[in-house]
C-alpha cells in the first residue's frame, strides 16, 4: 500500500532554514507527481509546492517563491522540501502528497517558526 512519512519538522527562529523528507513506498515513485502542502491552524491545507515525475519541473505557491525549493530522489524514493528564510507566516504542518486515482497523505511534520 502506498505509504507516504515525513521528517525534518522543528522549531526555527525566524529567518532560519528547515529541510523536510518524504519517503515514499507501496508505489512506484519515479512515475508519480509528488507535492508538498500545509495547514496552519484554524486555516484550510493549502498546496506549497509540486514537482513532476522525473523532476524537470516544479511549481510552487506565491507565498514561498525565491525561498523554497521542492526536489526529489528517484533512487532513494524520497521527495524535499527545502525552506529558507523561513518566516512566522510558515508556521504549520506539512504535508507530502500524490494522487494516484484518489489523494494520498503522510502523517505530516509540525513546523514552528518562532523567536
Known amino acids: 500500500q502506498v505509504q507516504l512519512v515525513e521528517s525534518g519538522g522543528g522549531l526555527v527562529q525566524p529567518g532560519g532554514s528547515l529541510r523536510l523528507s518524504c519517503a515514499a513506498s507501496?508505489?512506484?515513485?519515479?512515475?508519480?507527481?509528488m507535492s508538498w502542502y500545509r495547514q496552519a491552524p484554524g486555516k484550510e491545507r493549502e498546496l506549497v509546492a509540486t514537482?513532476?515525475?522525473?523532476?524537470?519541473?516544479?511549481n510552487y505557491a506565491d507565498s514561498v517563491k525565491g525561498r523554497f525549493s521542492i526536489s526529489r530522489d528517484n533512487v532513494k524514493n524520497t521527495v524535499y522540501l527545502q525552506m529558507n528564510t523561513l518566516k512566522p507566516e510558515d508556521t504549520a504542518v506539512y504535508y507530502c502528497?500524490?494522487?494516484?486515482?484518489?489523494?494520498?497523505w503522510g502523517q505530516g511534520t509540525q513546523v514552528t517558526v518562532s523567536s
Open positions: 514537482i513532476s515525475s522525473g523532476g524537470g519541473s516544479t
Open positions: 502528497n500524490t494522487v494516484i486515482g484518489t489523494d494520498y
Open positions: 507501496g508505489f512506484t515513485f519515479r512515475l508519480w507527481r
